[in-house]
């Protein structure tokens, strides 16, 4: 949801145009590709729940701090928040397909790949509809659009929270 949500606020709060959004997309979508193999190798070394936490308690701190920023923040600091998103997910997803294929039977772990996709695609889903509605409820129920935003991120938290807890 945070892929959603990123680039209405770069061109609502920071009045960044087109080139610059995809600037900070490709930062944040950068990270991730640098990062993600490393997150395998933390997966092989240490088992899946560590990074995965780790990059959960870290998302949660990101949404938190985001949820903080004020609309004044300097644009860097949102491309660096952006950035360390790409970088913690990345930390997380090679750990959470290793975990979510573990004790699998050969025969069936192309059904089991599929069901996971399709799970974590509902998820985006979920996050994109949820933070979409949720922007829009408080962009029409406050005169400020940092506040709506800020609203935004703080759901965002809690439902790491929750998500981390239930893992």
């Known amino acids: 949801a945070i892929s959603f949500v990123t680039p209405l606020y770069l061109t609502d709060i920071h009045g960044l145009n087109a080139s610059m959004v995809g600037v900070v997309l490709a930062l944040q979508a950068g990270a991730l590709f640098i990062v993600s193999r490393l997150g395998g190798t933390l997966a092989d070394r240490w088992g899946s729940r560590i990074p995965a ?85 408080w962009l029409t129920q406050t005169s400020m659009p940092i506040t709506a935003y800020q609203n935004v991120f703080w759901m965002f938290a809690w439902v790491a929270v929750l998500a981390t807890a239930m893992s």
Not at 89 to 98: Q, T
């Open 53 to 137: 936490v780790i990059s959960m308690t870290g998302l949660v701190l990101l949404m938190i701090g985001l949820a903080y920023l004020p609309a004044n923040a300097p644009v860097w600091l949102v491309a660096s928040a952006a950035t360390g998103h790409g970088l913690l997910i990345g930390i997380s997803l090679a750990p959470l397909h290793r975990a979510a294929m573990h004790g699998i039977a050969p025969h069936e772990s192309g059904s089991a790949a599929g069901m996971y996709s399709m799970l974590r695609f509902a998820g985006q889903i979920l996050g994109t509809a949820m933070g979409g509605v949720t922007l829009q409820r």
